[in-house]
């Protein structure tokens, strides 16, 4: 009797961990999922952790981050990147100008855009884009393949949408929504309303990355299905019927608070620490 009560709760967690919403770009958009960074099967809401003083809780997670976002990684790292603190080898080396020995996730949460809590409470300055998606324009990609960060051989999904009444409050061309920083794989995060809702989007329900734009016929397409119910076949999704409204942020997974000040975070040249 007492292993199959263990076996029900170890199947009530797991269905637990896969419902969890994660924020793109650490989700399944990118063929990312909990156990790619929780390797401690029962304790998955806990791990990664340790008892233990050397290493520390940072250096073991910050180790975690560094496996995809380190200079030789498949995930975009940006070099000198508060004091190099995302290569956890490279935390505590004298040695590198402006080290100041902070964990990742002291800055960023790696489940969830956080700013988009603002969506809700204090909008302004939150949307560098915002705009609606056109009914009838909408359409999923068959499957893409691609080498994954472990080198297997990984499929993935794009869907375009058309975007229409555009208010920009960014200094930059809609240009580089796909590449925000002139690198590539770093695309603005799209915050999508349900299907139908048009207005501001105060209560985002979905996030995705913007991988490339087409001015000339306003679409952009994002990694990922977007509200797609037939997942094993292409074509259109909901917004095809019913449309929506956007919002695009800067994205990095920032916190909306940090050292316990609440932080808005609307691109690198224009950060708010509110209260203070």
Same mark, same amino acid.
């Not at 200094?171 to 929504?177: G, I, K, L, Q, R």
């Given at each position: 009797?007492?292993? /199959?009560?263990?076996?029900?709760?170890?199947?009530? !967690?797991?269905?637990?961990?896969?419902?969890?919403?994660?924020?793109?770009?650490?989700?399944?958009?990118?063929?990312?999922?909990?156990?790619?960074?929780?390797?401690?099967?029962?304790?998955? =809401?806990?791990?990664?952790?340790?008892?233990?003083?050397?290493?520390?809780?940072?250096?073991?997670?910050?180790?975690? $981050?560094?496996? $995809?976002?380190?200079?030789?990684? $498949?995930?975009?790292?940006?070099?000198?990147?508060?004091?190099?603190?995302? /290569?956890?080898?490279?935390?505590?080396?004298?040695? #590198?100008?402006?080290?100041?020995?902070? *964990?990742?996730?002291?800055?960023?949460?790696?489940?969830?855009?956080?700013? !988009?809590?603002?969506?809700?409470?204090?909008?302004?300055?939150?949307? !560098?884009?915002?705009?609606?998606?056109?009914?009838?324009?909408?359409?999923?990609? #068959?499957?893409?393949?691609?080498? *994954? $960060?472990?080198?297997?051989?990984?499929?993935?999904?794009?869907?375009?949408?058309?975007?229409?009444?555009?208010?920009?409050?960014?200094?930059?061309?809609?240009?580089?929504?796909?590449?925000?920083?002139?690198?590539? *794989? =770093?695309?603005?995060?799209?915050?999508?309303?349900?299907?139908?809702?048009?207005?501001?989007?105060?209560?985002?329900?979905?996030?995705?990355?913007?991988?490339?734009?087409?001015?000339?016929?306003?679409?952009?397409?994002?990694?990922?299905?977007?509200?797609?119910?037939?997942?094993?076949?292409?074509?259109?999704?909901?917004?095809?019927?019913? *449309?929506?409204?956007?919002?695009?942020?800067?994205?990095?997974?920032?916190?909306?608070?940090?050292?316990?000040?609440?932080?808005?975070?609307?691109?690198?040249? =224009?950060? =708010?620490?509110i209260g203070v």
């Amino acid at each position: 009797m007492g292993k /199959i009560v263990l076996i029900f709760w170890m199947l009530l !967690l797991a269905t637990q961990a896969n419902a969890t919403i994660v924020d793109a770009p650490h989700n399944e958009t990118n063929n990312i999922s909990c156990g790619d960074c929780h390797s401690y099967s029962l304790w998955w =809401r806990y791990s990664p952790t340790t008892s233990s003083l050397s290493p520390t809780h940072d250096t073991i997670v910050d180790d975690i $981050c560094a496996q $995809c976002h380190k200079p030789d990684g $498949c995930a975009p790292v940006y070099p000198g990147h508060s004091g190099a603190a995302m /290569i956890a080898v490279q935390r505590h080396n004298p040695a #590198l100008p402006d080290d100041w020995s902070r *964990g990742c996730t002291d800055c960023h949460n790696p489940h969830q855009q956080d700013q !988009l809590h603002w969506a809700n409470t204090n909008a302004d300055d939150l949307y !560098l884009v915002t705009g609606d998606i056109q009914q009838f324009s909408t359409f999923v990609s #068959l499957p893409i393949t691609e080498t *994954g $960060c472990d080198g297997t051989v990984q499929e993935y999904y794009t869907t375009q949408l058309r975007y229409m009444n555009v208010v920009s409050n960014w200094s930059e061309p809609n240009a580089s929504w796909p590449s925000k920083n002139g690198l590539p *794989g =770093r695309g603005l995060i799209l915050a999508v309303s349900e299907p139908g809702v048009t207005g501001p989007v105060t209560t985002p329900v979905a996030t995705y990355e913007i991988i490339s734009i087409d001015e000339s016929f306003q679409n952009i397409v994002v990694r990922g299905k977007v509200f797609k119910e037939d997942p094993e076949n292409p074509g259109p999704n909901r917004y095809t019927m019913e *449309g929506g409204s956007f919002g695009l942020i800067y994205g990095q997974l920032i916190r909306d608070k940090v050292n316990n000040s609440p932080v808005k975070f609307f691109d690198p040249n =224009r950060l =708010r620490v509110i209260g203070v």
